[in-house]
């Protein structure tokens, strides 16, 4: 797959109007979600792969789980797009002259209280990532051709206080992919397959 090809493809995954909730939403949400941005980065690979993060263990909040890099959105941050540049470059060491940025995808409402707005971001190949020891344990990368497999992702369900919960969980033998980064996932493969995976909340 070319960049330029690349490109293409990933345009026909920007947001519209849509807001996708995660599934562990029933009704209204208690108060307004939080703002937040991550950056869904790409590596120009011949074949590209997703680059993700594993949060260390000592964190407050989602300890030890797998996500793009990403977090709160300041109040001195321009747009998504600045705060997860910022993310990036305190999380990883990630310069923000070598993204691409392509555009946002939908806003995707988690049950934690965040409204999170994933930006895809090209990266060239060989780039030195500086992992910050207080929040990330490990920087890895996940084939883009699994991402494109509509067979890949698996569902799974867990008993949490008294209620069964269903969730994505991407393949990979040495890491744990579930949760809203799995879910920002499914919905990039859907969007880049053609199709709109059936995504119990999605509001106009």
Do not use: C
């Amino acid at each position: 797959m070319t960049p330029d090809t690349l490109r293409v493809l990933l345009r026909s995954a920007l947001g519209g109007s849509n807001v996708v909730y995660g599934e562990e939403i029933v009704g209204e949400l208690d108060k307004p979600p939080v703002p937040a941005a991550v950056l869904v980065p790409i590596v120009l690979h011949p074949v590209p792969t997703l680059l993700l993060t594993r949060r260390t263990a000592r964190l407050r909040k989602h300890s030890g789980q797998v996500s793009f890099p990403g977090g709160r959105i300041d109040p001195e941050d321009a747009h998504a797009e600045a705060a997860a540049l910022r993310e990036a470059h305190e999380e990883i060491g990630l310069n923000p002259d070598n993204v691409e940025i392509i555009g946002r995808m939908d806003d995707y409402v988690t049950g934690t209280g965040y409204r999170i707005t994933p930006v895809l971001g090209l990266l060239p190949p060989g780039l030195d990532y500086q992992a910050s020891p207080h929040e990330v344990e490990t920087v890895f990368e996940f084939p883009f051709p699994v991402l494109l497999d509509p067979e890949a992702p698996k569902r799974q369900k867990q008993h949490v206080r008294g209620e069964w919960r269903e969730y994505w969980v991407w393949p990979h033998p040495d890491q744990f992919i579930w949760g809203a980064t799995a879910a920002i996932m499914h919905h990039l493969a859907g969007k880049l397959r053609g199709i709109h995976p059936p995504a119990p909340g999605t509001s106009s």
